[in-house]
């Protein structure tokens, strides 16, 4: 399969200037540019894109769900078929090792055919019905049914660190095509090739189940121009993006000043506490050291889940501890950055720790010059009343970086996560002679954190019904919903009750026989 | 009970100053001043009623839900018992008739008794449960559980067309208060002592069933100084108000510039447009126009679902229904505007309406010397193409007044749902001959409203499972919740997700033998 260099727009591909500059990948190992040059859409590819979409949504989100469910299971089959081409583009983007891509691969075909089921049980629906009471005094009620409808065309946002699952047809896209709405996907800058692929799959599986032209396009361009348009146009009704808080907040600005404003689903920023309690510290230090370090160091830490916060009591133990993870850092292999951008922040974020008073480097890892873009993990420490006194030690560091904080009594461990902002995860490690002193905790990190894990490491994120892939601000910027997972459907619904629907006139989700064999609660029972 | 003019701050009653002015409320009848002065809340009093919500938060947010629902009774019990003493109040401040405000209070305890019985139904907290798979390759699989959680402390703006049933213990304070969430009430200025006897009541019904002391506080202020206090806080993390689209924008833009933005429902402005389709029209073109006045001038339309807009075909059809509805208008009996500021804003918009070219005034209703604040009902008409070229004439008007529009075609009647805002309600009134049209009709609704209503009026919304009170922007600020029914406990929580819970630490909702008995998906399966 040939990289074309083009947009995707519905069913067509088609190039475009690239006289202002144009976008090419960079391979992070060895720093060369990988062909071809990308264009950058302008305004006549969004008005395309955008009214194509537009012109899709009422035909689109009317299908019936077993042929939006067919369409996700060709994408996913298609993206299967591309084969090594796939991994090998994403590879050489990325920097990211097979096995992983691998993997991420298998993830999100996952997602889409997950999202089939989802659609086929048609829990998502959440239908509502109560019968009419025609003989109520003093006043009848009418029948009523409530089902949730879509919001109508998506902006998604590939990120940077998932080529495959927060990217083209990741969990937004999966969640968006679920749920009824078109999505227009702007392909992140540094995996060019990789969302070519993907979305050349996607396309044709578009065109292959006979869906409506528009519901699927994949546009390049910058975040400045080509994100703020598509956030901006009248006909855009939500926007997915996982990136840089500085990128999602601005994104969000944008979408609140429009005259309509529209539902942002930014996922920007996390440091992900980990609490290693007494008991459990005291007796496996050495192995939470390797495990941490395993963790922090995996991907070359760019994982919006990488744990970098270790709260613990003071001690020998925490000694022991600190001791190994160091020991473990020094000892890590240097692994490639995504991009140069993300190792230029890196660095800066490295450089702000180290000069920060009352902080000192526990370990650093290896350095290498056989990387364009590399990643020398680094672990530093403070106390507790430094990092509550010091914003700056609560900024999340994209990449291998992690800060342990040393608390002097629970009641610090305490203060450290009510001073802490929102969390995607939160940690805490014990064994049952901790539980009298994990339950003085937990309920401080429920209201932190969108997930609160028990002896385990945050970096996996199980694709699931129970999953949370979320949470308060600025972890993202809006805690009521997930990114990943079955629930994340949701962030593509609303709510519509109808009264007194004639049963000529009922969708078959809410006709009295219930043809489809849907979940539903009928005055007020399931 | 005699009134105090007191603030209600957790469980003690202070006053105030009122040097720089304070709050009465008037008679829209008389016009008279009605003692006592309330004060006007300053940041003292803010802040001290939010530090007393978030100390309230983790242990209300933790009881158990008996205790809560328990607590929510006892309120609706306080408030019933108050008697004539509220009704008597409450129709001297709005000069809403007595059977409409008993109506009113019922609806209101109601409210507050259906959230008792969903937080003994346990489905609101959404348990998803995956086991454990730890023999799953390449990964096993830790075990996960999802359930909702509250947001945190809740600012409430009281309502000033529904005294009881959107203002103190209104819908949004009793899905917070269900919800886990401690609540802060601005008691709209126009009714601060029917604000005050429920406030009371709910404050007794916190110390009665031992509550936190911050679950519950009531301020009397502006909504530029009182009301931009409390979205400011940062120990707010919710909002909900029903008001003016200024108002609601207002109090967005403030949640919006905070360090940490927060959710704000705000239900602002909605014209509610009926279409009459043609064979039902022909059939009942009389008995239609005199049920459309009825619902129009229903508490001088003082209802955000009041049918401000009449969509239908041209012909002899509709020419029936408006001379029927013209004169109903004329017959119509003045009634009173709930506040000076209503009547003055009511005022303008008519002559607004008068002066709009190619707008022809139908009827108008009688006037009269004997109220302070009167409605003189108004019926204009104008053409679509008219409509659909002046935005002036897709503002709500609040009160007794609407616009027929007069289409020359079913396409004609799309274009104008397609132009307009997002709605509250929609309404067809159709018979069997006119169910192909309104098939052409019904996705075009969904789109813009939040209910879809048949053959009725939109002015009564069943407080129930299946509705939905919400609706695209500017209908509400948020689509994707409903002010009224049990669904709208959702606006105030949010997911978490626990992986490998030890069941000694699980709350008893997770746990795994459900001694809660509550509704729960294991598997993928409920």
């Not at 591309?82 to 999100?108: H, V, W």
Request: charged share 15%; aromatic share 6%.
């Amino acid at each position: 399969m040939t990289l074309e260099g083009h947009h995707l727009i519905g069913f067509t591909s088609q190039g475009g200037s690239t006289d202002g500059g144009g976008i090419s990948a960079i391979n992070p190992v060895s720093g060369e540019t990988l062909a071809p040059l990308y264009p950058m859409a302008g305004q006549t590819e969004v008005e395309r894109a955008c009214q194509l979409a537009e012109d899709a949504f009422l035909p689109y989100s009317r299908l019936p769900v077993a042929d939006r469910a067919a369409f996700l299971e060709a994408a996913a089959d298609n993206i299967d078929a591309i084969g090594d081409t796939l991994t090998e583009r994403a590879m050489a983007e990325t920097g990211l090792p097979k096995a992983r891509l691998e993997g991420e691969r298998g993830r999100t075909c996952g997602q889409l055919r997950l999202f089939a089921e989802v659609l086929r049980s048609g829990d998502y629906l959440g239908v509502r019905i109560e019968d009419a009471l025609p003989e109520r005094t003093p006043m009848p009620r009418p029948s009523l049914a409530q089902q949730q409808v879509p919001l109508g065309p998506v902006a998604v946002f590939g990120a940077s660190n998932f080529p495959l699952a927060f990217s083209v047809a990741g969990g937004d896209t999966a969640a968006a095509l679920a749920a009824g709405c078109p999505v227009i996907v702007k392909a992140h800058s540094a995996h060019p090739g990789t969302s070519e692929l993907v979305g050349r799959a996607v396309q044709q599986a578009a065109k292959s189940c006979s869906m409506p032209e528009g519901v699927f396009s994949l546009l390049y361009g910058s975040g400045s121009e080509l994100g703020q348009a598509l956030v901006k146009d009248p006909r855009i009704q939500a926007v997915g993006f996982t990136g840089s808080r500085n990128g999602g907040a601005a994104l969000l600005r944008t979408a609140q000043a429009r005259p309509q404003p529209i539902p942002v689903y930014a996922e920007m920023s996390s440091i992900n506490p980990v609490v290693l309690l007494p008991q459990q510290l005291e007796a496996n230090a050495e192995a939470l050291g390797d495990a941490f370090v395993a963790s922090l160091t995996m991907g070359a830490g760019q994982f919006c889940t990488n744990p970098g916060l270790i709260l613990a009591l003071s001690g020998t133990a925490l000694e022991r501890f600190v001791e190994q993870a160091g020991a473990a850092v020094r000892e890590a292999a240097p692994q490639p950055l995504l991009t140069p951008d993300i190792h230029t922040a890196y660095q800066q974020g490295v450089a702000q720790l180290t000069d920060q008073p009352d902080v000192s480097l526990v370990a650093k890892g290896k350095a290498t010059v056989h990387l364009a873009c590399p990643c020398q993990p680094h672990l530093f420490r403070t106390t507790a009343n430094t990092f509550i006194g010091n914003d700056a030690l609560h900024d999340e560091v994209f990449g291998a970086c992690a800060l342990v904080v040393e608390c002097d009594s629970v009641a610090q461990i305490q203060q450290v996560l009510t001073a802490m902002e929102g969390q995607l995860t939160a940690t805490m490690h014990l064994e049952e002679a901790d539980y009298a002193m994990a339950d003085q905790l937990l309920p401080l990190l429920e209201r932190r954190a969108g997930r609160i894990l028990f002896n385990g490491w945050p970096t996996g994120v199980e694709v699931c019904h129970s999953m949370v892939h979320g949470g308060p601000w600025p972890s993202t910027s809006d805690s009521r919903t997930t990114s990943v997972g079955s629930a994340s459907i949701q962030r593509f619904l609303r709510p519509v009750c109808y009264q007194a629907l004639p049963e000529a006139l009922a969708p078959d989700s809410l006709k009295a026989d219930n043809p489809l064999g849907l979940p539903r609660q009928v005055n007020g029972k399931r």
